[in-house]
Each structure stands twice: as C-alpha cells, then as structure tokens.
C-alpha cells in the first residue's frame, strides 16, 4: 500500500496568514494527489485534483503543488472558515489511501 | 444540485450483517463511478470500496473482501454496501461518495452514516 504522511499534524496561525500543509507519498504518484477540507462535524469537501487543479467553487486562496513523493497545500490569506481538518489522499493506486489529516486552527 | 443521502446504519453485535443504502440525485448517477469512504471515530479516512458507472467492476480494500459487498440500481440511483462478518473494527462513520469522471478522486459526499459493531 501507499504511505501518505501528512505534516503537520496541527497548525495554528492568524488571520490573514499563508499556511502550508505538506503531503509526503512512499513512492511516486505521478501527481494523482487530492487535498479534501473537513469542518467540524461535516463531510469531506474536494478542494484540489491532481496536484494543483482548484475544484469548481473552491476559493482561488486555496493551490496545491508538487510531483513524484511531494505535495504541498497553500492557504494564502486565511480566512475563519477555513478552520478545519485538512487530507491528502492518493488516486495512483489500490487502496487509494489518505494522509491522517491536519488540523488548522486559528491563533 | 447534487445530493448523496446514506441511511440504514446503526448497532450492530460482531458476526452479523448490516446493508447501507446511498439515495442519489441531481446528477446522472449511470454515467459516474461511487465509492463507500469510512472513517473511524476521531480518525483519518479510509477507501472502502468502489463500483464502476454499470456495476461491472468492483474493487474492495484487503480487510473488507469477502465480507463487503458494494452494488448499485442505476434505476433507483440508488448505491449499496452489504455488509457481512462485521468486526469491531468496522465502526465508523460510512460515507458514500461520487468519483470525479475517469479518476478515484472523491467530489461529493454523502453526510456520513453511523454504523457501530459491539455486543
């Protein structure tokens, strides 16, 4: 199976900050990378696809980055609501499996 | 407006058998992939399995083959999970999901189903 490592495993910044996830594969996934937002108490939410294309919607704050084993999530001005938990996961392979997520907060 | 709505979860003794249901609308549910996600209390996401746009293929995570069975009536639009043996490990919230055309990245979710494996 794929190894996803996600860091840090929690994160707390201001308002108006940049912030950046870090998304780390065991092998290379040939950018088939996918970052999901989960509030509190809701389902996950799509917000990137293939490494750095923006789901419909998605605020324009959000980009992602990356090839072979390493994948960033950029969050540039935050925002109250993007106050969440934050995954990774590989569409490469079988299982397609998640990094265990990072939790944002606000400072 | 796309809408996913799971039901048919609840407590359940280990050994036994538990079958989800995923009620879909505003969208072609024939021409999309769907896939059951499951996460643990407190815990990370985990791929449950997958069935193809016509129900022909299915694909299914190691721990759960042989004991899960994922199915679809694309003329209900409606996804399954037919899930036997449960183990206590198989607590969690299940969600079910749409897959993004051509690839396993997830679009939409359902709000998620409590099912939980406990004598």
């Known amino acids: 199976d794929i190894q996803m490592t996600q860091s840090p495993a929690s994160l707390s910044a201001s308002l108006g900050e940049t912030v950046t996830i870090e998304c780390l594969a065991s092998?290379?996934?040939?950018?088939?990378l996918a970052w999901y937002q989960q509030k509190p108490g809701k389902s996950p939410q799509l917000l990137i696809y293939?490494?750095?294309s923006l789901n419909d919607g998605v605020p324009s704050r959000f980009s992602g980055s990356g090839s072979g084993t390493q994948y960033s999530l950029k969050i540039n001005s935050l925002q109250s609501e993007d106050v969440s938990i934050y995954f990774c996961?590989?569409?490469?392979?079988?299982?397609?499996?998640f990094g265990a997520g990072t939790k944002l907060e606000l400072k | 407006e796309v809408q996913l709505v799971e039901s048919g979860g609840g407590l359940v003794q280990p050994g036994r058998s538990l079958k989800l249901s995923c009620a879909a609308s505003?969208?072609?549910?024939?021409?999309?992939?769907m896939a059951w996600v499951r996460q643990a209390p407190k815990k990370g996401l985990e791929w449950v399995a997958t069935?193809?746009?016509?129900?022909?293929?299915?694909y299914y995570r190691d721990s759960v083959k042989g004991r899960f069975t994922i199915s679809r009536d694309n003329a209900k639009s409606t996804l399954y999970l037919q899930m036997d043996s449960l183990r206590s490990e198989d607590t969690a919230t299940y969600y079910c999901?749409?897959?993004?055309?051509?690839?396993?990245?997830?679009?939409?979710w359902g709000q998620g189903v409590m099912v939980t494996v406990s004598s």
């Open positions: 505003g969208f072609t549910f024939s021409d999309y992939n």
């Open positions: 069935i193809s746009y016509d129900g022909s293929s299915t």
């Open positions: 092998e290379d996934i040939y950018s088939n």
């Open positions: 996961q590989q569409n490469y392979d079988s299982p397609y499996t």
């Open positions: 293939y490494a750095n």
């Open positions: 999901a749409r897959s993004y055309i051509g690839t396993t990245v997830f679009d939409y």
